[in-house]
């Protein structure tokens, strides 16, 4: 069977139109894919960034199992391992410098292609040189800096290279009978700069910052933007979702109704709900409450489904390989969804959340950090040093009026799982991966380093 798996960074569950009383058409290639899959409202992943999420999606373990998120160890299996070990070819396409091979994703895959890489290896070690000669901050390097972005685009095009989007179109096409073909989008990750048609269909007003200056004193300064401005963040953000919806639509469009799709977010995206901008270590729903679809091969389709019963990342490893009728490894934690597309019922279970780092040490393991959130649909509890508060998602959905220590039967199960899961965590066994200063500066182009 073929299998696609579409992940696309930082998206909202708020803002995927196909979601029930959605009110704006953000995602219409979606919305038209979802009219032959099962919508999942109550999506969780288990982490609020990349680094932090991708270890659930693609291993079915909670991010801090087997040492943690700094790399995934070869005693961890992925779901890519597994098909392979099955017969599967496997292709994974990305660009996000969290996971590169360095970090232990690539392992599965027949091919892995980081199109985010610089694709000249002459411009890598000039690069290079220039980072150790001069350091990230002198006006040599910035300068150069700014020479490499703009003319590796085109230099990568002349060389006849290839972005996500037609490196998986032709992947679909090539593919195999049974195959796994991933790739994550890294739209609408920050800066949100889509292309003019989308900015101009959500009417953004930029005044005299770009896009990206704009996105970036966001994230930084938060608190220092005007009303207006705010609001010109949103609509960028919103004409970035549809950006990357069209994106996601032509990778639809290479791949048949025999084959088993699946979409979701690495994570979702702050806008201003909690004082910050983008995605920082917290466990709010705007960063864990994540868009999920699941278009079955067209033999299996039970018929539009939207499923209220809450799933989580961990589940999507096992439903991929129930299709393709493969037995998950033992160190699996999520359980197939195949039964809820079928339009059967499935045990709703608390979702896991939790991160150890802090914005200065993203993707690096801080025990003095970490966080631990348990979900239910309607009531979270999260565990922050000494802190321990609620909140009633029933009656404050927003999370602004947290409980301190709460109390009664509601709480009692997901209090039982904060506590199975703080003394599982062990951070002993813990491995790091190099990050050499071209991966840090690819970070930083993203916001995660200052
Ligand atoms: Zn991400």
Known sequence: MKTLLITVDAWRA???SFMPNSTASRTPALESLAERGAVFTQAVSHGPATPYAFPALLTSTYPLDFGGYERIREDRTLLSERLADAGYSCTGIHANPWLGERYGYARGYETYRDVGAFS????DSAREFLIDRFGLDHPVYRAAQYLFRFGSAPLYRLRGGADEVSLARRALTDAPADSFVWVHLLDPHAPYAPPKRHREAVGVRLGRSSATQLTTRAQHSPDGLSERERESVHRLYDASVRHADERVGAILSAVGDDALVVVTADHGEALFEHGQVGHEP????????????????ASELAGPLVVDTQVRHVDIAPTVLDYAGVDAPPSFRGQSLRPAIEGRA??????VTEVASTRQTPGRID?????????LPTHKLVSRGDELYGFDLRTD??????VPNPEGADWRPLYRQLRERRDAIDFTGAVAAERDATVEERLRELGYLD
């Not at 025990?367 to 979900?375: M, P, T």
């Open 14 to 16: 708020s803002h995927a």
């Open 120 to 123: 000249s290896p002459t411009l």
């Open 282 to 297: 917290a466990l709010y729903d705007e960063l864990v409450h994540v868009p999920l679809l699941v278009r079955p091969p």
């Open 346 to 351: 499935i045990p709703e279970l608390p979702a």
């Open 367 to 375: 025990e003095s950090a970490l966080q631990i959130g348990v979900r």
């Open 397 to 402: 959905p927003g999370e602004l009026a947290p």
